[in-house]
């Protein structure tokens, strides 16, 4: 099996988030499940993806972090299909079928690569925001005056927290174990927390999850994409629109996430992406 490195939602080397992608033949079975966990942590990125072709312009793929499978992951997909693209198993303007476990999604392979997000829902569990804050180092100069928490869907299930102030936003110092534990009674994938600036930027925003071993991301699609449902519920923005996202500052990994939202509701999220590496995995894996 081949296997890469490759940087999503950025056009520069070492910029935006790196993912693992490891290509499997027609018809080869995916490894064991602990297997191919156990590579994403050799591999130490936070998402590793393992795709498989079924048929022209059809595929199935698979997330995993260092600790667990995950139904979505919208970086690596962005790398996959760019990987697919560099290949040639893929031609530019292609629109492909992509079977996950959050559900069929469409992926368009091209400079920018865009992914249908799943349906977006806004999950009712409620939300202890004093507690969030505090796990979260909020003051009370950084709380959002107005906008709610919410906990939403577009195939993985995250806290939406607004914060007042971009210098709020970098200020964000998370308790990560008591996050890991409040991810795990709320049943989500972590906190993508933003801020609204006046700076060409729809939003700046961090995204953590240490429950799923990844403490800090420098550009999360799944979660781009319920900010942006978030911001057309809370009247932010209006139907069709088109968002960017600016993550990763803090990391020094900055990275630029687009998002697509239609008249209809669906959301779609894109970015380019850079190839940095190839590989052969040994038989034995």
Known sequence: MEF????AFTSEPFGGNPAGVVILEHGQPFPPDERMRLLAAELRYSETAFVRPEAPHEFTTRYFTPRAEVDLCGHATIATFGVLLARGTVARGDTCLNHTLAGDLTVTAGDTVLMQMAAPTVIPTPVDVERLHRVMGVDDDGRHPSLPVEIISTGLPDIIM????????????????ALADLSRELAVTGVHAFAIADDGFTAHTRNFGPLYGVPEEAATGTASGALTHYLRRRGLISNPAMCHFVQGETMRRRSIIETRLAADG?????????????GTLLPAL
């Open 162 to 177: 607004p914060v007042a102030t971009v210098d709020a936003l970098h200020a964000l110092r998370p308790d990560m174990d």
């Open 266 to 278: 669906d959301i779609t999220v894109g970015g380019r992406c850079c190839l940095l590496a190839r």
């Open 4 to 7: 890469f490195i490759v940087d």
